[in-house]
């Protein structure tokens, strides 16, 4: 028998309340309802989420190590290092409020979708959601502190790192996504993070969607931080086009793009294809497979697009390929 779930409601600027969220029946009850107010507002989602099997660490946060200012910054949240009771570092990840209008129902809302379609996520290269908690007011999400900060600074600081091996991981990632029916809408380097042990940590779901919800959120006016040089044409060039499978692989592709480029990728929404470079920064030339490969995830035609699982094999092929000829890997990791 399905678990009984509590529908959320939120009230929308008019002061009608809409319904965030659908029962399902144990037996013959139902349950009524929760209405959420401007008062209980968080404290009654943390308790829906936390039903859901999401651990509400807000009794866990070590008070002497709490942060004054944020670390860091995405296109709509706040991060902040923090640290539990156990020693743990860990990162808290806060929506930015834009207005007081906003904090009750609007970044609330967006909030709690992140936190929903991050819930869903168990995979190794995807970052660990391990909680959530109330911080000044707000929902926190809670992920464990990536010493080795985003893909971007860690590239900077291990130039020799194996690139194939990163590559391989991310499109495992973004396949992993995929199958469980996730769009992420928002794939660039500062939004994959790296672990002690150099593993790629894929994050931000600020942009997902999620084709099957057990909470159902109300249409509004959305809140979103495109990347323009990282989005697929259609996302820029179509109003109201939501992300898909197909964008997904075509910042994939711009992610795996080599480090210099002769034509911006911002030319790339008018059509012109960055050319291939001469030659790599570490004076290997471009495998003409990768480069294959990348202009296939650039077709202007979406549906024409290889799927992020054939980009995953391609990866682990090429992987495997440079393993066995004992050669330094290709620079095909770009920072954003």
Same mark, same amino acid.
């Given at each position: 028998?399905?678990?009984?779930?509590?529908?959320?409601?939120?009230?929308?600027?008019?002061?009608?309340?809409?319904? !965030?969220?659908?029962?399902?029946?144990?037996?013959?009850?139902?349950?009524?309802?929760? +209405?959420?107010?401007?008062?209980?507002?968080?404290?009654?989602?943390?308790?829906?989420?936390?039903?859901?099997?999401?651990?509400?660490?807000?009794?866990?946060?070590?008070?002497?190590?709490?942060?004054?200012?944020?670390?860091?910054?995405?296109?709509?949240?706040?991060?902040?290092?923090?640290?539990?009771?156990?020693?743990?570092?860990?990162?808290?990840?806060?929506?930015?409020?834009?207005?007081?209008?906003?904090?009750?129902?609007?970044? &609330?809302?967006?909030?709690?979708?992140?936190?929903?379609?991050?819930?869903? =996520?168990?995979?190794?290269?995807?970052?660990?959601?391990?909680?959530?908690?109330?911080?000044?007011?707000? +929902?926190? &999400?809670?992920?464990?502190?990536?010493?080795?900060?985003?893909?971007?600074?860690?590239?900077?600081?291990?130039?020799?790192?194996?690139?194939?091996?990163?590559?391989?991981?991310?499109?495992?990632?973004?396949?992993?996504?995929?199958?469980?029916? +996730?769009?992420?809408?928002?794939?660039?380097?500062?939004?994959?993070?790296?672990?002690?042990?150099?593993?790629?940590?894929?994050?931000?779901?600020?942009?997902?969607?999620?084709?099957?919800?057990? +909470?159902?959120?109300?249409?509004?006016?959305?809140?979103?931080?495109?990347?323009?040089?990282?989005?697929?044409?259609?996302?820029?060039? !179509?109003?109201?086009?939501?992300?898909?499978?197909?964008?997904?692989?075509?910042?994939?592709?711009?992610?795996?793009?080599?480090?210099?480029?002769?034509?911006?990728?911002?030319?790339?929404?008018?059509?012109?294809?960055?050319?291939?470079?001469?030659?790599?920064?570490?004076?290997?030339?471009?495998?003409?497979?990768?480069?294959?490969? &990348?202009?296939?995830?650039?077709?202007?035609?979406?549906?024409?697009?290889?799927?992020?699982?054939?980009?995953?094999?391609?990866?682990?092929?090429?992987?495997?390929?440079?393993? !066995?000829?004992?050669?330094?890997?290709?620079?095909?990791?770009?920072? =954003?």
């Amino acid at each position: 028998m399905g678990r009984l779930h509590q529908p959320i409601i939120f009230p929308n600027s008019s002061g009608d309340m809409e319904l !965030e969220g659908e029962s399902t029946h144990e037996g013959s009850g139902a349950q009524s309802p929760v +209405i959420v107010t401007r008062n209980t507002m968080i404290d009654q989602i943390l308790g829906i989420f936390k039903s859901r099997g999401v651990h509400d660490l807000t009794g866990e946060l070590d008070s002497s190590a709490t942060p004054a200012y944020p670390v860091a910054v995405t296109g709509l949240a706040d991060i902040y290092r923090a640290r539990l009771l156990n020693g743990s570092s860990v990162a808290l990840k806060c929506l930015r409020v834009l207005s007081w209008g906003d904090a009750p129902d609007k970044s &609330l809302k967006e909030i709690s979708r992140e936190l929903y379609t991050w819930s869903k =996520c168990k995979h190794p290269n995807v970052l660990e959601l391990i909680g959530i908690s109330q911080f000044r007011g707000q +929902i926190a &999400l809670i992920s464990p502190w990536m010493m080795k900060g985003s893909l971007v600074n860690f590239l900077r600081n291990e130039p020799n790192v194996s690139r194939y091996e990163l590559c391989t991981q991310l499109a495992g990632a973004i396949t992993y996504l995929h199958d469980v029916g +996730i769009v992420h809408g928002d794939i660039k380097g500062s939004n994959i993070l790296v672990s002690e042990d150099c593993k790629i940590k894929l994050g931000s779901f600020e942009n997902a969607q999620i084709s099957q919800n057990s +909470i159902q959120f109300s249409v509004s006016e959305e809140t979103s931080a495109l990347s323009i040089r990282w989005a697929a044409p259609e996302l820029i060039m !179509e109003e109201n086009h939501r992300a898909t499978l197909h964008t997904d692989v075509y910042s994939l592709g711009m992610t795996i793009l080599v480090r210099q480029l002769s034509t911006p990728p911002a030319a790339m929404v008018r059509g012109v294809l960055p050319k291939r470079p001469a030659q790599l920064a570490n004076g290997e030339n471009l495998p003409d497979v990768v480069w294959s490969l &990348l202009l296939s995830c650039w077709n202007v035609d979406p549906p024409s697009r290889p799927s992020a699982s054939e980009v995953w094999e391609a990866m682990k092929t090429l992987t495997s390929a440079t393993a !066995e000829n004992d050669s330094h890997v290709s620079y095909i990791f770009s920072p =954003c």
